[in-house]
């Protein structure tokens, strides 16, 4: 398995402004992914975050709205920019790990209300 | 696109009683999983099952797969108070993809 935090747990944001949340894998990782999962939905995947190269965004996600950064192996993060009431959700990043199978083992979640 | 689809949308059962869930799917896979999540948190993983595989289980959980019809099941055997919680099955198409998850079936189990 893998121990993932994220930081902020949740926070409440001015519309306009924007946040940036980060992810700590305590082992290297080579995929890392991160969702969005909106008040009483399913998970939806944003983007890939690929270590030393541009994320990669899944369709309705852009780089100026989540731009993504992966440093290392271990850690990345997502900013949600110029927000607005509908980015309020949580946000999760997610690792894949090679244990029978490709799991993949999900952080706590940033819990975000854009006022 | 949303892949996984389960049902039911939401269970409600005794504790004690068994709790069944399925997720259908469109396209064939390379595994499923199973997820947990309590409450608006992170989710917790509970089980991968392959697509070469039949059955699995872990505790008093037991999930199968059916390839042939391109469903799952989770089985919750003697339910808790405990275990209510919204679960999600996810599928990959190849190792290395990212998860497509369904809408979750949310589970209560009343004391």
């Known amino acids: 398995s893998a121990v993932i935090s994220q930081k902020p747990s949740r926070d409440i944001c001015q519309r306009g402004t924007s946040l940036t949340i980060q992810c700590q894998v305590d082992s290297q990782v080579t995929m890392m992914f991160w969702y969005r999962q909106q008040p009483g939905q399913s998970l939806t995947l944003i983007a890939t975050a690929n270590q030393g190269s541009e994320a990669t965004y899944e369709s309705g996600f852009v780089i100026d709205k989540f731009p993504i950064s992966r440093p290392n192996l271990t850690f990345s993060t997502l900013t949600v920019s110029n927000m607005s009431p509908e980015d309020s959700s949580i946000y999760l990043c997610s690792v894949e790990k090679v244990s029978g199978g490709y799991e993949q083992y999900f952080g706590p979640g940033t819990r975000l209300t854009v006022t | 696109s949303q892949q996984g689809e389960e049902d039911p949308q939401a269970l409600s059962i005794q504790e004690g009683e068994n709790a069944t869930m399925n997720c259908s799917y469109k396209t064939s896979i390379n595994n499923l999983q199973w997820y947990r999540q309590n409450s608006g948190r992170g989710l917790v993983h509970l089980i991968l099952?392959?697509?070469?595989?039949r059955e699995k289980h872990s505790g008093r959980l037991r999930v199968t797969l059916d390839t042939s019809k391109k469903s799952s099941s989770l089985l919750i055997t003697a339910s808790r108070a405990a275990d209510t919680a919204s679960y999600f099955c996810?599928?990959?198409?190849?190792?290395?993809?990212?998860?497509?998850f369904g809408k979750g079936t949310r589970l209560s189990v009343i004391a």
């Open positions: 099952i392959r697509s070469n595989e």
């Open positions: 996810a599928t990959d198409h190849s190792g290395n993809t990212p998860l497509v």
